[in-house]
């Protein structure tokens, strides 16, 4: 279940990603059965994670500070399965998404225009892809650093581990203390690989299906010959044989723009959850960061975590309400493209008349935007993400309030 190999960094980046987690395609039934094991492992990577993050959170529940560092891990880790769930259910959708994409998209034949839309669309999509990498990483080395700076100089029995596990055991003594540390690290990585590797395939799956509709309309726009050629033509025989040839190019134009749509619709059927869970949590996540930088009790290597985190998911949310408003703006330019066709150009007969009328079609078809939306309730644009900022420092600002009621009565 693949197709040819594309050469593009962030599709590279992001398929090796997507792999680790265990969602992509396969060659042959030895790949199939490592990424059913590797996807078993995210599974079991995300279930522990919120397993020991509840734990925690229940018996830090008298201390507010606290409280809200381990809800913020415990809502990042239950925003990963949310997603790891509602893709493992329209899985096959999925990777018939990604295969669709690397057939008609990546691997056809372009030309010289065509290739330079290509070119900007792969620099768009290597930008987000390197800037949600980093910051990921970031957040991932911040978890682990600090309990590193934290154990220098320590005894056995004062040494932390990256998340406390409230056990019985000795965990703070040789060897448990570094098997226990192991296995954080692993669940750690794979939990932060799954945050934000759903997100940049879809946001390179909307730039990519946007720079399809930009070539669209550049095909449209050269339907017909300029002026320039038409002067170069002698009678009307070369105009109308031209004109048969422009409404077989129209016809595939209207077959692309079919495509388009049913690709755009099998999308939103896939991620349109995905987006939902997004847009209702990142609000509570930002806002809880922001605490955590600019008004929690924490030392520079737990602010630095926080630092990462509010970065990448500003990142992260900017790069998906970018990548839908692209979808929504480009289609909707298909029918100015149509429009700016040349169809005055064409003569009056029978195809031409013809072509006239499906050139209409196509700007009536194109009023009804493309778009991905949040289960149906609202198409997913910039807006939203001014939406979901100013809701997030409406959040920021009660909690200060309550921050601020909680010092006064632990000084009473």
Do not use: P, Q
């Given at each position: 279940m693949s197709a040819k190999t594309y050469t593009d960094v962030s599709i590279r980046l992001s398929a090796f990603f997507m792999r680790f987690v265990g969602l992509w395609t396969w060659k042959n039934d030895k790949e199939q059965r490592w990424r059913n094991v590797t996807l078993g492992y995210t599974i079991w990577s995300v279930c522990l994670g919120i397993f020991i993050e509840i734990r925690d959170l229940y018996y830090s529940r008298h201390d507010f500070s606290a409280?809200?560092?381990?809800?913020?891990?415990?809502?990042?880790?239950?925003?990963?399965?949310?997603?790891?769930?509602?893709?493992?259910?329209?899985?096959?959708?999925?990777?018939?998404?990604?295969?669709?994409?690397?057939?008609?998209?990546?691997?056809?034949?372009?030309?010289?225009h065509e290739k330079n839309i290509l070119a900007s669309v792969r620099r768009t999509c290597i930008s987000f892809t390197i800037v949600v990498t980093l910051t990921g990483?970031?957040?991932?080395?911040?978890?682990l650093i600090t309990p590193i700076i934290h154990n220098m100089g320590k005894n056995e029995s004062d040494r932390i581990l990256p998340f406390n596990m409230w056990l019985n055991w000795p965990l703070a003594i040789s060897p448990y203390f570094e098997l226990m540390f192991f296995v954080q690290v692993i669940t750690l990585y794979s939990v932060g690989i799954s945050y934000f590797c759903f997100d940049n395939i879809l946001c390179i799956i909307n730039v990519h299906t946007s720079g399809q509709f930009r070539i669209l309309q550049y095909r449209l726009t050269k339907l017909y010959q300029t002026d320039a050629e038409t002067k170069d033509q002698n009678g009307n025989t070369c105009l109308k044989k031209r004109v048969n040839k422009s409404y077989e190019i129209l016809k595939n134009c209207v077959r692309q723009h079919q495509s388009l749509i049913d690709y755009c619709m099998r999308l939103?059927?896939?991620?349109?959850?995905?987006?939902l869970a997004q847009v209702l949590i990142f609000s509570v996540l930002i806002c809880l960061f922001g605490y955590q930088i600019f008004l929690a009790q924490a030392n520079t290597a737990r602010r630095s975590i926080f630092i990462f985190l509010i970065t990448g998911s500003m990142s992260l949310l900017l790069m998906f309400t970018y990548s839908c408003h692209g979808l929504i703006e480009q289609s909707d330019k298909v029918g100015v493209a149509a429009y700016s066709a040349p169809w005055t150009l064409m003569p009056m007969n029978k195809v031409g008349r013809m072509l006239r009328n499906d050139l209409m079609m196509v700007i009536v078809r194109s009023k009804r935007v493309c778009c991905v939306t949040a289960n149906g309730f609202f198409p997913i644009s910039l807006d939203t993400y001014s939406t979901i900022i100013s809701t997030a420092m409406s959040y920021f600002t009660l909690l200060r309030q309550r921050s601020e009621e909680v010092d006064e009565t632990s000084q009473q």
């Open positions: 409280f809200l560092y381990i809800t913020c891990n415990v809502l990042s880790t239950i925003m990963v399965l949310i997603k790891l769930l509602i893709i493992l259910i329209h899985r096959m959708e999925f990777l018939e998404l990604i295969l669709f994409m690397e057939k008609h998209f990546w691997n056809a034949e372009y030309d010289y990483h970031g957040a991932i080395m911040g978890y939103e059927n896939v991620f349109t959850l995905v987006i």
